[in-house]
């Protein structure tokens, strides 16, 4: 079992819909958990940190549950600008220590 | 500023080179990593620098070798490459090296090693 675990995709959306990508992790002992956006041969860049209260930026919503070691993003009213592929991480253990999930495909189009 | 700059931004080089990747930051942040990423697949870690200090070295074979001068920046020494090894390398620096820190990331280096 991978240690972090997304469906690939491709999710093809149109443009103003709301779409939910899912992700869970396998060790229990994870400790931190993001959101990283990664557009095509570029960087990764952070989209949110998730808490186990859950946390809101905008359009996108970021949920956290420990118990069934599952994390979500909502993301509202979506735009062409969003299509990107949306990688869950976790943090583990040893300090710094970022493990990626595959990624999550978003297409969305007009 | 939360900016890490990454130099080159394409290498092209032989099996019996000898290069080196640069990462530079001025946010004051105290750890430093390396990354390699193959097309279509996530970032894998190769090494972690936390004040200057290699703490993290996941088993990467010795053709890599990393450097950090100073605390605003990192070097990877590249040393008889295979062709395998081609793929974009990414810097990245954090606050501290704990888990809660985000990452923030360069924009890469392309290699293909022919």
């Known amino acids: 079992r991978k240690e972090v675990e997304q469906d690939p995709g491709p999710f093809n959306v149109p443009e103003g819909a709301t779409v939910a990508f899912n992700c869970t992790y396998s060790n229990s002992a994870s400790q931190s958990f993001f959101w990283y956006r990664q557009d095509c041969r570029k960087e990764p860049k952070l989209l949110m940190s998730v808490y186990s209260s859950g946390n809101e930026d905008g359009r996108f919503t970021a949920q956290l549950n420990r118990a069934s070691q599952y994390i979500s993003l909502l993301i509202r009213d979506s735009k062409l600008s969003d299509s990107a592929t949306y990688l869950c991480v976790v943090a583990t253990g040893t300090a710094s220590k970022l493990t990626f999930g595959t990624g999550t495909r978003l297409q969305v189009t007009l | 500023d939360t900016e890490v700059t990454q130099t080159p931004k394409h290498l092209v080089m032989g099996m019996t080179n000898k290069k080196s990747l640069k990462c530079e930051q001025h946010?004051?942040?105290?750890?430093m990593y390396w990354y390699k990423q193959k097309a279509k697949k996530p970032p894998e870690l190769m090494f972690v620098y936390s004040y200057e200090k290699l703490s993290i070295n996941e088993s990467v074979p010795s053709r890599f070798s990393p450097e950090c001068p100073n605390s605003s920046l990192l070097n990877l020494h590249l040393h008889a490459l295979q062709p395998e090894d081609s793929a974009l390398y990414l810097c990245a620096s954090s606050q501290d090296a704990a888990f809660t820190d985000t990452q923030y990331f360069g924009p890469g280096t392309r290699l293909t090693v022919l």
């Open positions: 946010m004051g942040h105290r750890a």
